[in-house]
């Protein structure tokens, strides 16, 4: 069945500062954390802080990091998702479905406002969004649909929409995962254990009904259940801990360090909720933790990298829009 060609496929992530550099950086930042479902703090006690103290102190912990990850192509994440779009758009074609394929990013660029702009100028009428979190959290998906409105407000003509709000029990995307773990085993024999770690949250956005957590286990024991670990050899955690007050637990720094003494010399982690390699992946778990596993007595970590552009993952990232553009019907 052919699409009209007045159809677009939208795929999102969170974005990467321009360049590895303290203005880029506080640039990013800067839009990353004034968003309120990022930080829910009110604005008046927020902003002061974020922009008279963050933005001062973080970029210079953190502008290094990203030198240390930066590539000739730039950002990873962005990238990244760069690849995933054309690796879904050639699918797409393949199964006769005529949609363009654009990709935009929550902060930074290209933004989703001036993404939605282009389109809506090319004609284009429906809009499927696949923000690429498989986990939904109101911070990252419902961020994207915040502003996907904001790029839609006072226009008089709205495109159909339809977005998707997470994916992390699809077999596909399960099924990668696990294919992506026992290629690690191939490639560099089989660990004692295997970490699923997962971007934090803090605990109150949970408390307040995010599925987040919910959603990150799910994936995990589907994972592991195809990958017929026992209970002890495998397990949970939450990474990339911001600012003060209680975040979801454990956090993967203090099971990195704990995990030798509870007889865990050899170590794989993935982490399943990050669709593209990025920061959080590529500094803070393959440098960082690594070290942190190697100083506690660990012998052996190996880091499972994301899905990336792996075959299987744009199959299934093609099958999954080919779905929900199939199951639209045409308009009146
Ligand atoms: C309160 C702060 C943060 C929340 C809540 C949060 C949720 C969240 N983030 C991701 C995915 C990514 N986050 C990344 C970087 C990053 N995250 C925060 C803060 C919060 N994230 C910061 C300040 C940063 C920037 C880096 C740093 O200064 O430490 C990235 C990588 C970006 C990159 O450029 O590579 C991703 C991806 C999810 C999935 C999530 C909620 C579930
Ligand atoms: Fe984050
Ligand atoms: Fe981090």
């Known amino acids: 069945m052919a699409t009209p060609a007045d159809t677009a496929v939208l795929l999102t992530n969170l974005g990467s500062p321009a360049a590895p550099t303290p203005a880029a950086v506080r640039r990013y930042l800067g839009e990353f954390l004034a968003d309120p479902r990022i930080v829910d703090l009110p604005r008046w006690l927020w902003l002061p802080i974020l922009h008279g103290i963050v933005l001062r102190v973080r970029p210079r912990r953190t502008v290094p990091l990203y030198r240390g990850i930066w590539r000739e192509d730039g950002a990873p994440l962005v990238a990244v998702t760069r690849r995933q779009a054309e690796g879904v758009a050639a699918r797409l074609a393949a199964a006769g479905l005529q949609v363009q394929v654009a990709v935009a990013m929550r902060y930074g660029e290209p933004g ?36 996907l409105a904001a790029a839609l407000a006072g226009r008089p003509r709205l ?51 995010d599925p987040y957590p919910v959603q990150c286990r799910a994936t995990a024991a589907a994972v592991a259940a195809r990958l017929g670990l026992a209970p002890q050899a495998w397990s949970v955690a939450f990474q990339s801990r911001f600012g003060p007050g209680a975040w979801l637990e454990p956090a993967t720094e203090a099971v990195l360090a704990e995990l030798p003494a509870r007889g865990v010399r050899t170590l ?65």
């Open 112 to 147: 989703i406002a001036e993404t939605v702009d282009r389109l809506l100028a090319a004609g284009v009428r429906r809009l499927l969004v696949l923000p690429l979190y498989p986990q939904y959290s109101a911070t990252t998906v419902a961020s994207t649909f915040d502003a």
């Open 159 to 209: 495109p159909e929409l339809h977005l998707v709000a997470g994916y992390h029990a699809e077999a596909g995307y399960l099924d990668a995962l696990a294919a992506s773990v026992r290629e690690a085993w191939d490639r560099e024999g089989r660990a004692g254990h295997l970490l699923f770690s997962f971007h934090g949250l803090p605990r109150r956005y949970a408390a307040a009904g």
């Open 268 to 332: 794989q982690v993935l982490c399943p909720g990050f669709a593209a390699d990025c920061l959080e992946t590529l500094e803070e778990i393959a440098v960082r933790g690594r070290e942190t596993f190697l100083a506690a007595g660990g012998e052996r970590f190996g880091y499972v990298p994301a899905l990336n552009d792996r075959a299987d993952h744009l199959d299934f990232l093609a099958a999954l829009c080919a779905r929900r553009l199939r199951a639209w019907a045409p308009p009146c």
